[in-house]
């Protein structure tokens, strides 16, 4: 079992930035991938970023390329995602997950831990 809490979500005007982390507990960090997505109502979770266990390899969604980065810390068993030039379309719950495995994944069902959930909200 691993237990993820997200935090550093929050309110912020489009333009800024803000960084959300999400620690891991449970099991060996670094067996993990780690991935964020987001979902506002009534729509899908959709993907965001993903990091594999030793954190050289990542990928984004186009939605974000060149303006969001994902990284981790193995030691202190804690992910990240930074997120800067942020827009209104940015609004959305961020979940981080967790999928056991050496690569990177960017499905959903690859995922077989969740986080609760943090709040990015970006006014226009």
């Known amino acids: 079992q691993v237990q993820l809490v997200e935090s550093g979500g929050g309110l912020v005007q489009a333009g800024g930035s803000l960084r959300l982390s999400c620690a891991a507990s449970?099991?060996?960090?670094?067996?993990?991938?780690m991935g964020w997505f987001r979902q506002t109502p009534g729509k899908e979770r959709d993907f965001v970023a993903t990091?594999?266990?030793?954190?050289?390899?990542?990928y984004y969604a186009d939605s974000v390329k060149g303006r969001f980065t994902i990284s981790r810390d193995n030691a202190k068993n804690t992910v990240y995602l930074q997120m800067n030039s942020l827009k209104p379309e940015d609004t959305a719950v961020y979940y981080c997950?967790?999928?056991?495995?050496?690569?990177?994944?960017?499905?959903?069902?690859?995922?077989?831990?969740w986080g609760q959930g943090t709040q990015v909200t970006v006014s226009s």
């Open positions: 997950a967790a999928a056991y495995g050496d690569s990177f994944y960017s499905r959903r069902d690859q995922y077989r831990y």
């Open positions: 449970g099991r060996t960090f670094s067996n993990y991938a």
């Open positions: 990091i594999n266990w030793s954190g050289r390899t990542t």
